[in-house]
């Protein structure tokens, strides 16, 4: 009698257990509408996700009908859920892009509801809510939830309202380097267009040059030349290495099952059934794949830039089937005209290949280079107004002698004046608008875009802005990342932001000797500039993901009315809550803020990725120590297994850039392979490298140790 007294308090206990579980275990609907469009439906999903994770065990799931009884959550628009007329009222969502996120109970029925003036605001509210209220919080590389609330399902916290300042907020990639996008399969693509959508931005740009093969076409029988994505196989473009087999190199264990060639699947010839015949088709295929992602699942606008001043973006081969009338001719080679009949319709079958390989992009952008003739191929810079070899045609002429001085006083500090080349810039964006309206895409906007040198006379956005259709959107990729503190670069910005909508693109990270270490340290009253500079939208250009987050997460933060011109000190405050909980926030957000401001910014991905003669060599060690001094005040005990990774991670990249500045200081080829494996270490302490980390350890091999080897050699020679 007495062995069944512990068997039924077993199974009591289980059974207190099984109802507690069944209790908590309740069902919350998520309804959205039956019209939902495709942000909607993905800011449902998404929300059912979240919610899931952060409420274990309860169920989200969604559905189109609102139940007559039953805690439920609703979420849309005036427009595509009707029923939100009677519970929000429509004053509170009269800004483009604002939401509400609130809480009702309708009898007996509790509702919460997420309400948005636009499809758009529904979704960044879903962000806004997990984030702001129930901290579960999103970053470019990962997701972080630290933070994340622990108690029981409830609509308590579900009291919030924004409204975006910017409706334009782009996430910008640019194809040339094995450590970015270049290297990217459709899976790594994926997750940098969620993650962008995850943090509030609106659109994702992508930048090929006109020599990738995404941009072939064939026109009069003639086909465009292209080349192939680059890799560690094919492609010294942008000071690219090849190697034979990157299995061999330090760390190459890793690439077992990648093979012996680094880069996207879709590139790499001789692999995978992909041929030097196939290889347009099977670029092709991947973007298409990766445009009808951001658009049709996630929402996302998808802007195309395309360089129309290079060599290969005016194939001589095909331009030469035009008749002579149709061509303008620069030195020995050819552009077209786009205002004669031939020439219009050469345009238009290069926006019908675009249209017909990527459908949906929302915005094609012409681009081209900010000032020397030659430079990286470009050329249509060098078109003079009056010369014996070249000229802009006679007819012309009138209207560029209309053009006020300081338009014909923008020039080239080599070559001749920028402004015939923008008044020919602005015919070729005037026949791809006349296009797109003729077939069919009279929704795809048009934008021009090039290098900004902050208050340099020789500025191509002078004249641009005057030559250009009003309804052009202008990206200013500002070079010098002089916009925080320069106020007559902002005043110059001002002049195109006045007649057109202008998106001022920031830099998180710099290829030409700022790529590695730590990003910038973000503008002030970001918002504030932007307006001053009569912006209607921002951009950020990168490359690598980790560890340039905090940039993204900062700049995004101040455009918003709750988090106007948010402080980086704030943003790193909230960075380290969201990283590594409240037990240890103050501390790695005292070094967050250090880091961020006293870390250095090294690196040259367009050369050997190094960097010599470093003048202040002994202050960055210092600075170094005293940062690792900060990370070893941490009490790691009370970390959970991603927190301490985290630290780790953090702690690691310092011993990197310590150990990196050493070897290259000193050329020590033997402190170099140590400062690779110490990559390894740091960049892999989560599990697993990113797509962009795994392309930075093998261009630590293939540059910048083999400088290293070059050096050596170069100095027992002498």
Same mark, same amino acid.
């Given at each position: ?21 069944? +209790? ?101 509210? +879903? ?344 309804? +052009? ?13 320069? +106020? ?231």
């Amino acid at each position: 009698m007495n062995n069944q007294k512990p068997l039924l308090f077993v199974l009591i206990t289980l059974n207190l257990l099984i109802t507690a579980i069944t +209790v908590r275990a309740a069902e919350f609907p998520i309804i959205k509408s039956q019209n939902a469009d495709v942000r909607e439906n993905w800011a449902a999903t998404e929300l059912s996700i979240f919610l899931s994770k952060i409420y274990d065990g309860d169920t989200f799931p969604v559905k189109t009908t609102i139940p007559k009884k039953g805690t439920c959550i609703l979420l849309g628009t005036y427009e595509s859920m009707p029923e939100l007329n009677k519970y929000i009222d429509k004053a509170l969502l009269a800004d483009t892009g604002s939401f509400v996120v609130t809480h009702l109970k309708v009898k007996k029925q509790k509702m919460g509801i997420i309400a948005g003036n636009n499809s758009r605001g529904v979704l960044d509210g +879903v962000y806004s809510l997990l984030e702001q209220k129930l901290g579960y919080s999103f970053y470019l590389h990962s997701n972080a939830s630290e933070n994340m609330i622990r108690d029981p399902f409830s609509f308590e916290r579900w009291d919030l309202s924004a409204q975006p300042e910017f409706n334009e907020r782009v996430v910008f990639n640019w194809y040339n380097f094995i450590t970015g996008v270049s290297g990217w399969n459709l899976e790594d693509y994926k997750d940098w267009i969620r993650q962008s959508a995850r943090m509030r931005f609106t659109s994702v740009m992508l930048h090929a040059y006109s020599w990738s093969p995404f941009h072939q076409f064939i026109y009069n029988g003639e086909t465009k030349p292209v080349l192939r994505i680059q890799n560690t196989q094919y492609g010294a473009l942008w000071d690219n290495k090849q190697t034979d087999d990157i299995r061999t190199l330090i760390g190459g264990k890793r690439f077992v099952d990648e093979g012996p060639v680094f880069g996207a699947d879709a590139g790499k010839i001789g692999y995978d059934g992909v041929t030097l015949e196939n290889r347009v088709a099977k670029a092709k295929e991947l973007m298409r794949q990766v445009v009808s992602y951001a658009v049709d699942t996630v929402g996302m606008e998808f802007i195309w830039a395309i360089d129309i001043d290079t060599g290969y973006a005016n194939p001589q081969n095909v331009i030469q089937t035009l008749p002579e009338e149709s061509r303008i001719r620069i030195h020995d080679e050819y552009i077209v005209r786009p205002d004669t009949e031939d020439g219009y319709l050469y345009f238009k079958n290069i926006v019908q290949t675009i249209m017909t390989d990527y459908p949906g992009i929302s915005t094609i952008t012409a681009w081209w280079r900010a000032n020397s003739a030659k430079l990286y191929d470009g050329f249509i810079n060098s078109l003079p107004y009056d010369h014996k070899l070249a000229h802009i045609p006679d007819d012309w002429k009138a209207e560029y002698d209309a053009a006020p001085d300081y338009v014909k006083a923008s020039v080239s500090p080599k070559f001749s004046t920028l402004a015939p080349a923008n008044l020919y810039y602005s015919k070729v964006t005037g026949a791809f608008r006349k296009a797109l309206d003729e077939l069919g895409f009279s929704d795809v906007k048009l934008g021009y875009g090039s290098w900004v040198k902050s208050n340099e006379v020789y500025n191509s956005f002078v004249p641009a802005n005057y030559f250009q259709n009003q309804e +052009v959107t202008a990206y200013a990729l500002e070079y010098k990342m002089t916009f925080d503190h320069n +106020v007559p670069f902002r005043k110059q910005l001002f002049e195109t932001g006045k007649k057109r909508n202008l998106v001022v693109i920031e830099w998180a990270h710099h290829d030409d000797g700022k790529y590695l270490g730590r990003p910038y340290t973000p503008p002030t009253n970001f918002t504030d500039k932007l307006n001053e500079s009569k912006a209607s939208g921002f951009g950020i250009i990168h490359w690598m993901t980790r560890p340039f987050d905090i940039f993204f997460k900062n700049l995004q933060n101040q455009v918003w009315s709750n988090t106007l011109n948010e402080s980086y000190a704030k943003t790193c405050e909230k960075m380290a809550l969201d990283y590594f909980g409240t037990s240890q926030a103050k501390t790695m957000n005292d070094y967050l803020v250090t880091w961020l401001t006293t870390a250095p910014q090294f690196g040259r991905e367009t050369g050997y990725l190094g960097q010599t003669g470093v003048k202040d060599f002994e202050n960055r060690i210092n600075k170094c120590n005293e940062r690792i001094a900060i990370l070893d005040q941490v009490d790691t005990a009370s970390f959970t297994t991603t927190a301490l990774n985290r630290w780790k991670y953090f702690k690691g990249h310092e011993e990197w850039i310590k150990l990196f500045h050493q070897a290259q200081q000193n050329w020590d080829e033997d402190l170099q392979k140590e400062t690779i494996y110490k990559f390894i270490e740091k960049a892999s302490v989560d599990g697993d490298m990113n797509r962009c980390e795994e392309g930075l350890l093998i261009q630590h091999n293939i540059k910048w140790l083999n400088k290293s080897k070059e050096h050596k050699r170069m100095m027992d020679n002498h």
